[in-house]
Antibody, heavy 121, light 106 residues
Framework: QEQLVESGGGVVQPGRSLKLSCAAS????????MHWVRQAPGKGLEWVAV????????YYSESAKGRFTISRDNSQDTLFLQVNTLREEDTAVYFC??????????????WGQGTLVTVSS | DIQVTQSPSSLSASVGDRVTITCRAS??????LNWYQQKPGKAPKLLIS???RLQSGVPSRFSGSGSGTVFTLAISSLQPEDSANYYC?????????FGQGTKVEI
């Protein structure tokens, strides 16, 4: 079945960097745009970034611009999120999700189970 | 960016009740509005896309309506397993803004 599995989270000191991964299976990864969404503890969902199917187009939320980099390796069916100069407010569960689109709509499905990033000294 | 305002932030209802959740967009987004359900410790699950398209496998007691700036998620007969957080999401721009969420308690 279609599946996304995130990895790479953990406890990181402020100012350090981290690279998250999202492994896709069960569908043609290279045909879809992909997103990262995060959720701080006890808070709502916040969209972070999107990358086009071929990696040529990327968009970021205002809070992600400058420190976050989304990328993908279609030969490995894997999505990445590089986060630099981590701050305590980056503490969150990070989800990857597949973009789906047709006439009249665009949505995220499926989602991965998430990976927790804790920024703490 | 388009602002999305979801209400109420929480609600408590009984099994069998009909409940509705509303999302309002700051400008017209046609039908580019989705609804997700999230249970504690789990990933969000897509319930409804394009304002009113029920996803395969989602119980028919869930329904979505609206277009333009006002949208509604309705649960016609609340069940115990519907206890969760619900989020709307606009998808008309490259911002994919989520609503603040609604906690449904039973």
């Amino acid at each position: 079945q279609e599946q996304l599995v995130e990895s790479g989270g953990g406890v990181v000191q402020p100012g350090r960097s981290l690279k998250l991964s999202c492994a896709a299976s069960g569908f043609s990864f290279s045909k879809y745009a992909m997103h990262w969404v995060r959720q701080a503890p006890g808070k709502g969902l916040e969209w972070v970034a999107v990358i086009s199917f071929d990696g040529n187009n990327k968009y970021y939320s205002e809070s992600a611009k400058g420190r976050f980099t989304i990328s993908r390796d279609n030969s490995q069916d894997t999505l990445f999120l590089q986060v630099n100069t981590l701050r305590e407010e980056d503490t969150a569960v990070y989800f990857c999700a597949r973009d789906r689109e047709d006439f009249g709509g665009r949505w995220f499905d499926p989602w991965g189970q998430g990976t927790l990033v804790t920024v703490s000294s | 960016d388009i602002q999305v305002t979801q209400s109420p932030s929480s609600l408590s209802a009984s099994v069998g009740d009909r409940v509705t959740i509303t999302c309002r967009a700051s400008q017209s987004i046609s039908t580019y509005l989705n609804w997700y359900q999230q249970k504690p410790g789990k990933a969000p699950k897509l319930l409804i896309s394009a304002a009113s398209r029920l996803q395969s496998g989602v119980p028919s007691r869930f329904s979505g309506s609206g277009s333009g700036t006002v949208f509604t998620l309705a649960i016609s007969s609340l069940q115990p397993e519907d206890s969760a957080n619900y989020y709307c999401q606009e998808s008309s721009t490259n911002a994919w803004t989520f609503g603040q969420g609604t906690k449904v308690e039973i």
